[in-house]
């Protein structure tokens, strides 16, 4: 069974641009998150999505936005890109959005901002 | 505010020796605990998870202790090994649906 999919890997972009993160899920999970990892700050919750609607985002400016497509895949948007935004940023799943699931992450998606 | 924090950042054991890496979580209503291993250049890999109707679980070569009243979580790894070494997180699970809280992690470094 493949595991959550991240792509790419690594991706550079400068001050103001507009980064897009792309994720595949587990098959047959549905539920979709997204999580930052700063140097020093720990895994920070950003969005989850499932059945194609956002359903929970974390402490994040409006600039990280994301949709869920009907295959159960996901995108990370972010705007405006500042340097605090360099991070890797890592996607999960799980079989459904009720609780007491682990959630199964993939490899993630290292951003650097110059 | 939300918090799910480690005691000890930086563990150092020795090969074949156990391990245990504590938790402290703040939120009581949380329900449902994960502890992950992360290697350098990979994402989280689940470990064991434990549901807070029980106090005990044990895994292949770890063990999960949950204690509510003075809501701490410890993962124990017995017969440690080189391949052990990594950052373990510990995570909880809120009332507020899919959003994990993770500790800041504890790197494990094992000695051969």
């Known amino acids: 069974e493949a595991g959550v999919t991240q792509s790419p890997t690594h991706l550079i972009k400068t001050r103001g641009q507009q980064a897009t993160l792309r994720c595949s899920p587990i098959?047959?999970?549905?539920?979709v998150y997204w999580y930052q990892q700063a140097l020093g700050l720990g895994l920070q919750f950003l969005l989850w999505?499932?059945?194609?609607?956002?359903?929970n985002r974390g402490n994040f400016p409006p600039r990280f936005s994301g949709r869920q497509f009907p295959n159960y895949s996901s995108e990370l948007n972010v705007n405006a890109l500042e340097l605090e935004d360099s991070a890797l940023y890592l996607c999960?799943?799980?079989?459904?959005?009720?609780?007491?699931?682990?959630?199964?992450f993939g490899d993630g998606t290292r951003l650097s901002i110059l | 505010g939300e918090s799910v924090g480690l005691h000890l950042p930086t563990l150092s054991v020795q090969e074949g020796d156990n391990s245990i890496i504590n938790c402290a979580y703040s939120?009581?209503?949380?329900?449902?605990f994960i502890w992950y291993k992360q290697e350098s250049g990979k994402g989280p890999q689940f470990i064991i998870d434990?549901?807070?109707?029980?106090d005990k679980r044990q895994g292949q070569r770890v063990t999960v202790l949950l204690n509510k009243t003075v809501k701490h979580l410890s993962l124990q790894i017995a017969a440690t090994q080189p391949g052990d070494s990594a950052v373990y997180f510990c995570?909880?699970?809120?009332?507020?649906?899919?959003?994990?809280?993770f500790g800041q992690g504890t790197e494990l470094s094992v000695k051969p």
């Open positions: 999960a799943s799980s079989p459904w959005r009720g609780g007491n699931q682990p959630q199964h």
């Open positions: 098959s047959g999970h549905t539920s």
């Open positions: 999505y499932d059945e194609g609607e956002e359903r």
């Open positions: 939120n009581s209503a949380s329900d449902y």
């Open positions: 434990i549901r807070s109707n029980m």
């Open positions: 995570a909880e699970n809120t009332s507020q649906g899919g959003k994990l809280i």
